[in-house]
């Protein structure tokens, strides 16, 4: 069997449910290939409040909302910060995935569970092979949206390495609770990273970031007895891809989300990046100008993931240099300046010369 259209999305996460609404909108031909409709995606869940407004998300999938962030460096020191002028939601990652398809499926995408396996280029048109309900079908599309995750099939078919990546190791946890996102700090439970407990729509969410895939339970280990948290059981180990900023289309194959390695260092925030690059490939399929979208994301976003990728390499080098993150933190103009540029999204040039100014001023 065959299928025709002019784009084909593969993933329906929400960088793909993304692309596929903004296309379906402005009354495109589409097809987003999921792989499996009951995926829930290991995850925090957390998205700044005003994603919800900015790219018309259902309010309904905000389970909680948090008002507060809690730094805890690797000494202990603990700095509870107040999330002026914003706050993050909480949603639940198997309900957000499912809603947001449902969404481009009621602007008139047509959604599919079915695997993608291969791609050929035949003239200007692409071949793809996929797997639905056990049948093996070629779908043939004028442009891809490869949006299927960091362990992208469609990088792989093409013969481009994967995104540099860390590990994760998280967990749900129903017996314990907070109302603040806590950070914990630490190289003997997080090289390099963070462990985390978020707020969850049952408990929380935690876990811990690893470099090295061998050592991650044991970090989780001593994570769980520095929180003085039980972990429950059922722990999920996944992938986080760094960012390099390197892959945004090869022809008509765009890339976006974490295919693209398209998450913010040093926060790992990545839902609403994801979403960011579905809309721009989506306006850049739309004007008919597949390297607008690499433009785009450069444009809105570049500044800001180099800048984070700088001070995640300065501060998350070793134990001391990451006090100094906390005990920064500790300023109002600091705590500020970081508000603006995690939660209203403010990356101005004049925002982030700002920014770079505090942290030059304090350090040297
Ligand atoms: C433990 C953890 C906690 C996190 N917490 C947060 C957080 O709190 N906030 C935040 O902003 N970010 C967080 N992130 C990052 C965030 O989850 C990702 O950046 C985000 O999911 C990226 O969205 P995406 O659509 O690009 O990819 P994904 O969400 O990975 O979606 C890819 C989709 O493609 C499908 N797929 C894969 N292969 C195929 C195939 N061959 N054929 C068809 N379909 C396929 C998959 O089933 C999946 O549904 C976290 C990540 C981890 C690992």
């Not at 099939?153 to 806590?182: M, N, Q």
């Not at 960011?276 to 739309?286: D, F, M, N, Q």
Request: net charge positive; hydrophobic share 40%.
């Amino acid at each position: 069997m065959k299928l025709t259209t002019k784009i084909l999305i593969v993933g329906g996460g929400p960088a793909g449910s993304t692309a596929a609404r903004f296309l379906a909108e402005s009354g495109r031909e589409v097809i987003l290939l999921e792989k499996n409709f009951s995926f829930v995606k290991p995850c925090g869940g957390g998205i700044p409040l005003s994603t919800f407004d900015e790219l018309d998300i259902p309010k309904t999938l905000i389970k909680k909302e948090v008002k507060s962030i809690r730094l805890i460096s690797p000494l202990d020191e603990k700095l509870d910060i107040e999330l002026r002028g914003g706050s993050l939601a909480i949603t639940e990652r198997g309900e957000f995935d499912r809603v947001l398809r449902n969404v481009a499926e009621e602007h008139g995408a047509h959604v599919i569970e079915g695997e993608f396996y291969g791609i050929t280029l035949n003239n200007t048109i692409y071949r793809v092979e996929a797997n639905i309900g056990g049948e093996r079908i070629e779908i043939v599309s004028e442009y891809v949206i490869a949006a299927d995750g960091v362990n992208s099939s469609v990088r792989r078919a093409l013969g481009i390495k994967p995104s540099p990546s860390f590990f994760t190791v998280s967990e749900k946890l129903k017996e314990t609770e907070t109302d603040c996102c806590e950070f914990w700090f630490g190289f003997s439970h997080a090289p390099g990273l963070y462990s985390w407990i978020f707020p969850s729509s049952e408990g929380v969410s935690a876990g811990t970031g690893c470099f090295e895939t061998g050592k991650i339970n044991d970090l989780f280990k001593i994570f769980t007895e520095r929180r003085k948290i039980k972990s429950e059981g059922l722990k999920r180990i996944y992938k986080v891809p760094r960012w390099k900023g390197d892959l945004y289309n090869k022809g008509k194959i765009m890339f976006v989300g974490d295919a693209a390695g398209q998450v913010l260092p040093l926060s790992y925030e990545g839902i609403y990046y994801a979403m960011k690059a579905g809309e721009l490939a989506a306006r850049a399929i739309i004007e008919e100008r597949v390297n607008e979208y690499k433009r785009m994301w450069k444009a809105s976003f570049q500044k800001r993931f180099f800048l984070m990728h700088k001070l995640s390499n300065y501060f998350l080098k070793n134990d001391s240099s990451t006090e100094k993150l906390v005990a920064l933190h500790k300023r109002p103009e600091v705590q500020e300046a970081s508000i603006k540029l995690w939660l209203r999204k403010d990356s101005s040039r004049d925002s982030l010369q700002s920014y770079i100014k505090l942290f030059r001023k304090f350090l040297i």
